[in-house]
């Protein structure tokens, strides 16, 4: 599956966010992206006078640990995930999306390692 989308009204690539912590009450499940949002969920639970301890929060790793329930509701459903922009340098599109694939994609080893001795020094990462 490709996380990476040219929208079509701007040459921007974005890709989805999952979220590395779920809260739980009963009939309810919140998730959160970071720890700020995470303090305001359990903020909200308790002003909702829900008992303390009576949720359970679940941190997930990556994608590959979440089931498909929770990785519709957090990367995949339209309506509820979010986009983030995605730019490596002053690259373009194509650009950019060629980079992605030497990271990332299936079979690009080679590349990949090319890539990590040549610019291993030079990453910068604004996240």
């Known amino acids: 599956m490709r ?3 040219r929208t079509e009204a701007s040459s921007s690539i974005t ?9 739980k009450k009963p009939a309810s ?8 949002e995470l303090t305001a969920i359990l903020d909200k ?12 929060i679940s941190r997930f790793k990556g994608l590959g640990e979440m089931s498909a329930e929770q ?4 990367t995949l459903n339209p309506d509820t995930r979010r986009l983030l ?4 340098g002053r690259h373009d599109f ?7 694939t030497k990271l ?9 390692r090319e890539l990590m001795e040549i610019h291993g020094d030079a990453v910068e990462v604004d996240i």
């Open 29 to 36: 499940k919140a998730y959160a992206l970071d720890e700020g």
């Open 45 to 56: 639970l308790r002003k909702e006078g829900v008992r303390e301890g009576a949720w359970t």
């Open 104 to 112: 990332m994609g299936k079979g690009e080893a080679a590349a990949r």
């Open 71 to 74: 990785l519709w509701e957090t």
């Open 85 to 88: 922009p995605v730019q490596l």
């Open 15 to 23: 890709t989805t966010c999952d979220a590395p912590a779920r809260g």
């Open 3 to 5: 996380t990476l989308r």
């Open 94 to 100: 194509a650009g950019t999306e060629s980079l992605i």
